[in-house]
Every structure is written in structure tokens, then in C-alpha cells.
DNA sequence: CCGACTTTGTGCATGCGTTCACAAGCGGTA
DNA sequence: TACCGCTTGTGAACGCATGCACAAAGTCGG
């Protein structure tokens, strides 16, 4: 039904985008590299770094230091030119972009193997996410505290989603009962959710969803390792116009 | 060192590239969706769906139908105009070109609470992904089995990969061990890792790193709630020029 | 106070990825 | 066989992201 992601709407107004808009168009490629910076920021400042160029911080995070810049500029020119930038002023401006000055408060449905390990993870709370509720159908967990935090049934998930003002939500079931949790998780009127079950979800325009798929991630490494590999082969044997497993390369 | 990402080589020769490497450059994007076509046609192949349009299979994978058509000829025509694409076709396809016609034998370091998610999970194996190998340094784990494989110590590693074929190394111990252990990883032969730990990774060009981080997915989400929030509020308040926590929008 | 040096912020070109739109091609039908 | 309707495959245009290269703007030493 709707996308996944929002299309943005295609020029139908003739009139000029409000700068606002503009001003906060930061592209998303460079939000998720933000959050890396905020990251290696944080890590310098726990070590008593005060300041930092852009071509250190650049090598921290691994990107080119002229891209880490733009990234910077998208924020503001919180830099000091000759000098680099203070870690402390750094940190704070993209925390604020981040909408990391409030904390978002996480709740897991599914307390299997992956939501154990998630509620258990201490990680979160530190970084602005406390995990505040989990769900689960499975009445031997119902009660037992995960991480500190009783599991509760998946029917109380509208009532404790809006009492603890959870504005996150993690999927972590089995792949056939995810779309139904993502329903009730935005009746219960959560945002935002991060799905770990290897399934399209369908939203709203106004929910967003962000997907956590490993076997995805393996198979993106596996076409790497054939790529190489039949590179290697063609190279060794000669290019004939056929690769590995009698692909045609040049038909 | 070595950038995360291999650079491709500028045009230092002034000669055209090889058709071959064009016929191989499916760029990355497209190879992530291809891995989900691939789930998604899966699913359908286990229904008993034989043929599909290009149109049902977007929807059912959350894309542009034209996206997908351009993907799926990224690997060739395998489709029949008028009519669609053969399932068991197209599945065997996305399969070679991914690199599944063979296993990737998986090795899982670090099995604490994520470690033990990842050794746990049946998903693996049935995709191509067999998990062979556990490793971790403490000493109550060394010899006890974890989803039917039983954990060695770390520095059996070199050995144990070369043993059994390790193509993918996952990375689930803290921070602080990351990179020694991808270090470990490579020097054993591995070429492809999977990292969960919130660091950034040094490697040798020759080994593609992926990493998977659930602190920046969710700061990305948060990004977005802000955002939202900001419009919300700049909305019913009228553009004063200010956002939330007094941010700036038009300076 | 000045000049040399350092580093930021950004205009611009380039390349990649997405989307549109339509010709080409195939199966079905008369 | 000839036509019709449907769906693929792709050329072309567009928009976003990346990386270069440099002017602007600051510090520091003399
Ligand atoms: N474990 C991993 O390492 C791993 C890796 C990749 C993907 N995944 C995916 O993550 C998800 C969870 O994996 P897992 O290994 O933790 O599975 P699991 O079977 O161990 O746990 C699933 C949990 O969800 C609960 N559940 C089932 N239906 C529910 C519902 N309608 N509402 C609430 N809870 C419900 C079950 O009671 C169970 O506790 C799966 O979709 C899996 O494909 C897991
Ligand atoms: N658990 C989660 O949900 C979660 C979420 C996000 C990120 N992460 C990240 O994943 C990683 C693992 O998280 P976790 O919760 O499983 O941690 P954990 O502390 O439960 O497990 C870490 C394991 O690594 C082992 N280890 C330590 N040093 C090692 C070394 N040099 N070689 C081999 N093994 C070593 C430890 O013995 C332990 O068993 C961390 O980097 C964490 O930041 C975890």
C-alpha cells in the first residue's frame, strides 16, 4: 500500500521549497554517517580529545575527510578554520540534529534468541534509548524479567506503548507474525520501527521503517567472493566468455 | 589504511574496459534488493507460484516496478514479454549471479549474548550459510557446544578457518576486540566479515567488511521523529525561524 | 602588525542510481 | 496468418551523492 519510503512529493507546486525545508534536507547517506562521527566523537572526548581536524576525524570514521566536511556543513559551520573542530561543540550539534537531546524510549516484541539478546544489550540506554518494554506471546516469558524489564503480553501493547511513551519499536519474531505486530505497534502509535524479521513490512506514509537483514548482508558478501573469484579465474585461464558456473559473461 | 569500500581503479588506462567487467558491474544497490527479490520469489516458489510480473514482484518486495525490471537485467532476460518471469527461473539465476550455487561457510567470533542469537538461529544454513566454526576467549565457553557447534578458543583460529573453508567472519565481541580479532580473521584467509561491534574497521583491500549497526539504525529513526516533530511544531506555531530546542532553520 | 601557514567550507564537475516512457517482442485469438 | 493486448527491457533524463580543488578565514610566530 504505501511505500516504505516516501517518495517526496514531485513538483506539483510550482512555488520554491521554504528554505526550512531546504535547511533540514540533510541527505540521508550522510544522517547514518552523523551518527558515526557522533560515535568516534564520543569515544575522543571519553579520552580527553578536545579538538579535531577534519582530516583526523575523517580517518577515525573511515570516509573521505572532504565528504565528512559537507557532512558538517549540512549542520552548520561549527569549525574553526587553521585550527579544526571542538569535540565538545561537535558532539552537541549533532546530538540536537540527531533528535538525541530527548530520549527515545524502545520497546522489543519477540523475546526469542535476538530479543534477548537485545534486551540484555547495555549499550542502548547509555547512547539515549533506554528499552522500556518487551512483548512477547509465549506465556512461559510473560512476567520474567529480561534485561531488568518484565516481558509483557503482546495484547497490552497499545496501553504500555502509550503510557511509556515508546516512540521505538523492534521487531524480532518470526518472519509470519511481524506484519501483524507492525500493525499493532502503529495502532498503539509508534514511528518508528526497526525490523529484524526477514519480511516487506507494510505502513503508513507516517511510520518509518528500517530493516535489519543479515541474511541480506551475507549474500551481498557471497556476490563479492564469486565476483573475486571469477575474476580471478578469467584472469588465470583466460578471458573465454565464460565464468565460474558457465556464465556467460560476453555472450 | 585501505578505505572500507575498494575505490575501483581511476582510468589510469586510457584503454576501454573490458565488456566483461561492465557485464559484472551491478551496482551495489541493486544487489541488496536482488537478495530480497530473491527471499520474496522463494517464498512465492514454496506456494507454488510459477510465473510472476515484474509488477506483483515489485509490489511483494516493496519496490518500483521499473527498478526491478532494470535490476533483474542487470543478470539478463530472463523474462517473457506479455507474459512475465518463470519463478524456479529467476530464483536460479539471482542464485548464481549471488554466488549461492555454493556454501559459505560462516564463523561466528565473540558468543556472548549476540553470539549465542547468531549461533542459535536456524535461518543460516537452509540459505546457503552454514554456521561451521565458534570462537570466543572465555574459558567456561571453550568446548561447549552452542546451536550443535562447540566453541574453540580464539586462538585455534588461523587453523580452524583454514580446516573448514571459513569465506565469512562475523564479529560479535566488544568493541575493545574488534579489530584484533578481524586482524585474526584475515590472517587466517577470510576475505569477507560481518561486523556488529561499533567500530570502525581497518582492512586490507582485498577484504570487503559490512557492519551492522543497531545504535546508528536507531539515531537514524530518531533523526527522523525529530524532524517530524520540528515540521509538526513550525506548523501549528508558524514559522518563527526557530525549530525545537531553539535550532535555528532560517538563520 | 604582518605575513606565512593551516584548515575549513563550498562551487563545480563527475558518476551513480532512480524513474519515466515507449519500442520491441510474445502469446493468444480470430 | 494477421492482429491485438500485455509485459518486458532499456534509452534517456533527472536528481542525488561523491570528491576535487581552491578561496576564505582563521592562528601563530616574529
Ligand atoms: N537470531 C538471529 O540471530 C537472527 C538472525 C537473523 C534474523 N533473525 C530474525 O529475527 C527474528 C527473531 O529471531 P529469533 O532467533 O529471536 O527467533 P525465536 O524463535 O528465538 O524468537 C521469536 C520470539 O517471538 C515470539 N513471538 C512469536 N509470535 C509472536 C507474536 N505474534 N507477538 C509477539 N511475540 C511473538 C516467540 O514467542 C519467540 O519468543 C526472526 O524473524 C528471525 O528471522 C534472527
Ligand atoms: N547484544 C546486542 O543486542 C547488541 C546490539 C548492538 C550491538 N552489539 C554489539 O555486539 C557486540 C557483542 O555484543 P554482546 O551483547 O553479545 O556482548 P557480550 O559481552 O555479551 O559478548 C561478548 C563476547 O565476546 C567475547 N570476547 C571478548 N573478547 C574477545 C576476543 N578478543 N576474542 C574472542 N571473543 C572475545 C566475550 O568473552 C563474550 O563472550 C558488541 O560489540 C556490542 O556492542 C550488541
Known amino acids: 500500500m504505501a511505500a516504505q519510503r516516501g517518495e517526496g512529493e514531485t513538483t506539483t507546486t510550482p512555488a520554491e521549497p521554504a528554505d526550512r525545508e531546504r535547511a533540514r534536507a540533510i541527505p540521508e547517506a550522510a ?7 557522533l560515535r568516534v566523537l564520543s569515544g575522543m572526548a571519553d579520552q580527553g580529545v578536545t579538538a579535531v581536524s577534519s582530516e583526523e576525524l575523517s580517518q577515525a570514521a ?9 557532512d558538517l556543513s549540512y549542520i552548520g559551520s561549527y569549525g574553526t578554520r587553521g585550527v579544526g573542530y571542538d569535540v565538545e561543540v561537535l558532539v552537541s550539534h549533532i546530538e540536537r ?3 538525541l537531546t530527548r530520549n527515545h524510549s524502545v520497546a522489543v516484541v519477540g523475546i526469542g534468541n535476538l530479543g534477548h539478546a537485545l534486551a540484555n544489550y547495555g549499550g ?3 547512547r539515549g534509548f533506554p528499552v522500556t518494554a518487551l512483548f512477547d506471546v509465549d506465556a512461559d516469558l510473560i512476567g520474567i524479567p529480561v534485561g531488568g524489564i518484565p516481558v509483557n503480553h503482546i495484547d497490552e501493547i497499545t496501553a504500555i506503548c502509550l503510557e511509556r511513551e515508546v516512540s521505538i519499536g523492534v521487531i524480532a519474531t518470526p518472519p509470519p507474525a511481524a506484519q501483524s505486530v507492525c500493525d499493532r505497534l502503529v495502532s498503539a502509535g509508534v514511528q518508528c520501527i526497526l525490523n529484524f524479521a526477514p519480511v516487506v513490512l507494510q ?6 521503517v528500517r530493516k535489519v537483514d543479515l541474511a541480506v548482508e551475507m549474500q551481498i558478501l557471497s556476490f ?3 565476483r573475486r573469484a571469477d575474476e580471478a579465474a578469467s584472469v588465470s585461464v583466460g578471458n573465454n566468455g565464460l565464468g565460474v558456473d558457465g556464465m556467460v559473461i560476453r555472450p
Open 31 to 37: 544522517v547514518a554517517r552523523l551518527a558515526v562521527y
Open 97 to 99: 540534529i540527531l533528535g
Open 62 to 70: 573511515g570516509v573521505n575527510a572532504a565528504k565528512l566536511r559537507k
Open 124 to 126: 542502548f540506554p547509555g
Open 224 to 226: 563479492h567472493v564469486a
Open 203 to 208: 505502513v503508513p506514509d507516517n511510520v518509518e
